[in-house]
C-alpha cells in the first residue's frame, strides 16, 4: 500500500511516545505502519526457510502429509527440525517428541511475556498461543513496537505461520521428486549437513554472554560422549540436565539480558 | 500408529499446550530467577548438543558412533556466514553446499 511520506522515526520514537495525546495519529499510524512492515520482513525471511525444513523432513523419511502437518501444528522450528532429526537419527517417538517438547519450552517463556501485551482471553488465547513463536516474540517486544504490540505480534505471527507452511510444502515436495534418483541420499545433496547448520543458526543468537556459550559446549560435549553407548536421541535429552544443573547453580545475573536473544 | 506419527501429533499437541501455558500462568512465575534461568539455558544446551549429534554422530551396524566426515566442514562454513551475518536460508544453504561440494571431489 502507499506510504506516503514515512520519516524515519521507527527507532527514535521512544522520548515522544508518552508526551502528546492529541495531534499524533499521523504519527502513530506511521509506527504501526513501520511495525507492519517490519513483521512483514521477518515473517518473509522466516517463512522461506521452510523449504528448508521440507526437504530435510521428508528425506529423514517422514510423509509429505507428516512433514506438512508439523508445521502447521507444532509451528516451532527448533522443535521441528529436532523431532525430525531424532527420527531420522533411528530414535524413538519418545525420545523425539520428548526433544521436540523440552525445546518448545522456551515458548512458554515467551507467553509469559506477551501475556500482558496481548490481553487475550478464552478461545482468542487459544489461537493467539499458536503464533507464540521466536519471531512474533521478537517483533511485539522490540521498543520499536511500543504501542503496537498486538500488531506486530499478530502480522509477524500470521505472516510467518503462512509462508512457513508454504514453503514447508514446496521443500517437501522438492525432497520427494528427487526420491530415487541419485540424489534421494541426502549426503549427496548434504543435506545432512545442512540439519546441522540450521541448528548452529538458531543456536548462534542466543550464544550472548560466557554463561550461554560453556553451556554450549557443555551441552554439545555430554552429547558427543554418550552418542557410542546411549540410544539415538538420548545424548540430546541429557545434555538438557546441563541446562538444569547450571540454571540451578549459576546467578542469573551472569546470563545476560533477560536470558533472550 | 508409527512412532512416526505418534512423535508428530503427541509433539505438536504438547508444543502448544506449552504455548497456551505461557499465556495462562501469573507473570510472577518468570519472576523466580531459577525458574529464569533454567528456561533461558535449555534452549542453549539443547540446540547445542543438536549440532553435535547432526555433525558427528552416524550409525553403523554396531550401532550409533561417532565420525568426522563432510559434515564437518559444512559446520564450518555456516559458522563463518554466521559470523558475516549472513541470513538463515544462506547459512544453511552454505553448510549444505559444502559439504555437498566436498564429497563431489
Same mark, same amino acid.
Given at each position: 500500500?502507499?506510504?506516503?511520506?514515512? &520519516?524515519?522515526?521507527?527507532?527514535?520514537?521512544? &522520548?515522544?511516545?508518552?508526551?502528546?495525546?492529541?495531534?499524533?495519529?499521523?504519527?502513530?499510524?506511521?509506527?504501526?505502519?513501520?511495525?507492519?512492515?517490519?513483521?512483514?520482513?521477518? %515473517?518473509?525471511?522466516?517463512?522461506?526457510?521452510?523449504?528448508?525444513?521440507?526437504?530435510?523432513?521428508?528425506?529423514? *523419511?517422514?510423509?509429505?502429509?507428516?512433514?506438512?502437518?508439523?508445521?502447521?501444528?507444532?509451528?516451532?522450528?527448533? /522443535?521441528?527440525?529436532?523431532?525430525? %532429526?531424532?527420527?531420522?537419527?533411528?530414535?524413538?517417538?519418545?525420545?523425539?517428541?520428548?526433544?521436540? @517438547?523440552?525445546?518448545?519450552?522456551?515458548?512458554? @517463556?515467551?507467553?509469559?511475556?506477551?501475556?500482558?501485551?496481548?490481553?487475550?482471553?478464552?478461545?482468542?488465547?487459544?489461537?493467539? !498461543?499458536?503464533?507464540?513463536?521466536? &519471531?512474533?516474540?521478537?517483533?511485539?517486544?522490540?521498543?520499536?513496537?511500543?504501542?503496537?504490540?498486538?500488531?506486530?505480534?499478530?502480522?509477524? *505471527?500470521?505472516?510467518?505461520?503462512?509462508?512457513?507452511?508454504?514453503?514447508?510444502?514446496?521443500?517437501? @515436495?522438492?525432497?520427494?521428486?528427487?526420491?530415487?534418483?541419485?540424489?534421494?541420499?541426502?549426503?549427496?545433496?548434504?543435506?545432512?549437513?545442512?540439519?546441522?547448520? !540450521?541448528?548452529?543458526?538458531?543456536?548462534?543468537?542466543?550464544?550472548?554472554?560466557?554463561?550461554?556459550?560453556?553451556?554450549?559446549?557443555?551441552?554439545?560435549?555430554?552429547?558427543?560422549?554418550?552418542?557410542?553407548?546411549?540410544?539415538? *536421541?538420548?545424548?540430546?535429552?541429557?545434555?538438557?540436565?546441563? !541446562?538444569l544443573l547450571v540454571g540451578a547453580?549459576?546467578?542469573?545475573?551472569?546470563?545476560? /539480558?533477560? %536470558?533472550?536473544? | 500408529? +508409527?512412532?512416526?506419527?505418534?512423535?508428530?501429533?503427541?509433539?505438536?499437541?504438547?508444543?502448544?499446550?506449552?504455548?497456551?501455558?505461557? $499465556? +495462562?500462568?501469573?507473570?510472577?512465575?518468570?519472576?523466580?530467577?531459577?525458574?529464569?534461568?533454567?528456561?533461558?539455558? $535449555?534452549?542453549?544446551?539443547?540446540?547445542?548438543?543438536?549440532?553435535?549429534?547432526q555433525t558427528a554422530a552416524t +550409525?553403523?551396524?554396531?550401532?550409533?558412533?561417532?565420525?568426522?566426515?563432510?559434515?564437518?566442514?559444512?559446520?564450518?562454513?555456516?559458522?563463518?556466514?554466521?559470523?558475516?551475518?549472513?541470513?538463515?536460508?544462506?547459512?544453511?544453504?552454505?553448510?549444505?553446499?559444502?559439504?555437498?561440494?566436498?564429497?563431489?571431489?
Amino acid at each position: 500500500m502507499s506510504a506516503p511520506g514515512h &520519516e524515519h522515526h521507527d527507532e527514535h520514537h521512544d &522520548e515522544h511516545h508518552d508526551g502528546h495525546r492529541d495531534g499524533n495519529r499521523g504519527a502513530n499510524r506511521d509506527e504501526r505502519r513501520a511495525v507492519v512492515r517490519a513483521g512483514l520482513a521477518v %515473517g518473509l525471511a522466516t517463512g522461506t526457510y521452510g523449504v528448508s525444513f521440507g526437504a530435510v523432513a521428508v528425506t529423514s *523419511g517422514l510423509s509429505v502429509l507428516q512433514t506438512c502437518l508439523l508445521s502447521l501444528l507444532m509451528f516451532t522450528g527448533a /522443535s521441528q527440525f529436532a523431532l525430525v %532429526g531424532v527420527l531420522g537419527a533411528g530414535g524413538g517417538a519418545v525420545a523425539a517428541a520428548a526433544t521436540a @517438547l523440552l525445546l518448545g519450552t522456551r515458548n512458554t @517463556l515467551y507467553g509469559l511475556r506477551l501475556a500482558p501485551l496481548l490481553g487475550v482471553r478464552g478461545w482468542r488465547r487459544a489461537a493467539a !498461543a499458536h503464533l507464540v513463536i521466536d &519471531e512474533s516474540t521478537a517483533v511485539a517486544t522490540a521498543p520499536a513496537s511500543r504501542g503496537h504490540e498486538r500488531t506486530g505480534f499478530l502480522v509477524t *505471527g500470521v505472516s510467518v505461520l503462512v509462508l512457513w507452511n508454504a514453503f514447508t510444502l514446496v521443500g517437501a @515436495l522438492a525432497g520427494t521428486a528427487l526420491a530415487g534418483s541419485p540424489w534421494a541420499d541426502p549426503r549427496t545433496l548434504g543435506l545432512d549437513a545442512a540439519v546441522g547448520a !540450521a541448528f548452529l543458526a538458531l543456536l548462534w543468537p542466543r550464544l550472548t554472554s560466557t554463561t550461554t556459550r560453556l553451556v554450549a559446549l557443555a551441552g554439545a560435549a555430554v552429547a558427543l560422549g554418550l552418542v557410542p553407548v546411549t540410544l539415538a *536421541g538420548v545424548p540430546v535429552l541429557a545434555a538438557g540436565g546441563v !541446562a538444569l544443573l547450571v540454571g540451578a547453580l549459576v546467578r542469573p545475573a551472569s546470563l545476560g /539480558s533477560e %536470558g533472550r536473544s | 500408529m +508409527s512412532a512416526a506419527w505418534a512423535a508428530v501429533l503427541v509433539g505438536a499437541a504438547g508444543c502448544w499446550l506449552l504455548k497456551v501455558l505461557g $499465556l +495462562s500462568v501469573p507473570a510472577r512465575w518468570l519472576a523466580r530467577p531459577r525458574v529464569a534461568a533454567v528456561a533461558a539455558l $535449555l534452549p542453549v544446551a539443547l540446540l547445542a548438543a543438536l549440532v553435535a549429534v547432526q555433525t558427528a554422530a552416524t +550409525s553403523t551396524a554396531e550401532g550409533p558412533a561417532l565420525a568426522l566426515d563432510a559434515r564437518l566442514a559444512g559446520l564450518g562454513a555456516a559458522a563463518l556466514l554466521l559470523l558475516v551475518r549472513a541470513p538463515f536460508l544462506v547459512v544453511v544453504v552454505g553448510g549444505a553446499a559444502t559439504a555437498a561440494l566436498l564429497r563431489l571431489a
